[in-house]
């Protein structure tokens, strides 16, 4: 079954230090992988993302990994802001999808909560 | 948002009503989408279209219908709306299937 999964579910740091966020997944055919911020109210906005033959791309404070072989990816978020509060979701791109789940698989985020 | 306008942006309404939640684009792209989002779940895909008339089932379709009768307007239907159809609906756009989707600011729907 293709899925996402996502550790932890919810974070709570200090303003000004660094955290890395999780991501599992076991969807295939893989096309992609996107980090997207969703902050409270608001659509999810595209962070990153990254193609099998990327293993690291950088948006800013926010840096992704990725490990193809072992399916895994990390959002790195370096000396973090009060603006940085938000749900960060990892979605997997399905390449030449079939079905109804779309070719998009969303994990279902981790809640970052950054404290002054 | 990327040149994407949802409305209603908040509808409260009652079971067995009809509800038609609309997505409006200015960017010109081909495909749309529309997904819920509940607590413990990701972002599930109800239904989504591929041009004008072209539109094809999501994951969690059934109580749901869509319409696209031009290229900037989606339209999400619940026919006859239930309490389990309350939660947030997103709206997304992208140029093709490949590419990154932007999201709408979504619109917060909860059935009595």
């Known amino acids: 079954k293709n899925q996402v999964e996502q550790s932890p579910q919810s974070l709570i740091i200090l303003e000004g230090k660094n955290c890395t966020l999780q991501?599992?997944?076991?969807?295939?055919?893989?096309?992609?992988l996107r980090w997207y911020k969703q902050d409270t109210g608001r659509g999810p906005v595209s962070l990153t993302i990254m193609t099998f033959s990327e293993n690291t791309k950088s948006n800013g404070r926010y840096t992704a990994t990725l490990d193809a072989d072992t399916k895994q990816s990390s959002l790195h978020i370096t000396a973090s802001q009060l603006s940085d509060s938000a749900s960060y979701i990892c979605?997997?791109?399905?390449?030449?999808?079939?079905?109804?789940?779309?070719?998009?698989?969303f994990g279902k985020g981790t809640k970052l909560s950054v404290k002054p | 948002d990327a040149g994407i306008t949802q409305s209603p942006r908040h509808k409260v309404t009652e079971t067995g009503t009809p509800v038609t939640l609309r997505c409006h684009q200015t960017?010109?792209?081909?495909?749309m989408y529309w997904y819920r989002q509940d607590p413990g779940h990701g972002l599930r895909l109800i239904h989504y279209s591929y041009g004008v008339k072209d539109t094809d089932k999501g994951e969690v379709s059934d109580g749901y219908s869509v319409s696209r009768s031009k290229t900037e307007d989606f339209l999400l239907t619940l026919e006859s709306a239930t309490s389990s159809q309350t939660s947030v609906y997103f709206c997304?756009?992208?140029?093709?299937?490949?590419?990154?989707?932007?999201f709408g600011a979504g619109t917060r729907l909860s059935v009595l």
């Open positions: 997304a756009i992208s140029e093709s299937r490949e590419d990154i989707q932007y």
């Open positions: 991501c599992n997944y076991t969807v295939s055919p893989f096309s992609n």
């Open positions: 979605v997997v791109s399905r390449l030449n999808y079939g079905g109804s789940q779309g070719n998009l698989i």
């Open positions: 960017e010109n792209h081909r495909y």
